[in-house]
């Protein structure tokens, strides 16, 4: 659930802040798709810690 939730609030701060920059479709697209990736990664290690943690 943190990774799905990572994965859009990522592609949400990637898209503005290559739209803020000035970037066209493609920029806009590349940013959003990176930051869901850096965003799930950091989600996905979240996940584990607390998993690890409970038992």
Not at 14 to 26: D, L, P, S, T, V
Not at 36 to 41: D, E, P, T, Y
């Amino acid at each position: 659930m943190i990774v799905i939730a990572g994965a859009i609030l990522g592609l949400i701060i990637g898209a503005y802040r290559a739209k803020r920059r000035g970037g066209n479709r493609k920029d806009i697209a590349q940013y959003a798709v990176a930051y869901a990736v850096l965003f799930m990664i950091i989600g996905l290690f979240i996940t584990i810690f607390i998993h690890r943690a409970s038992i």
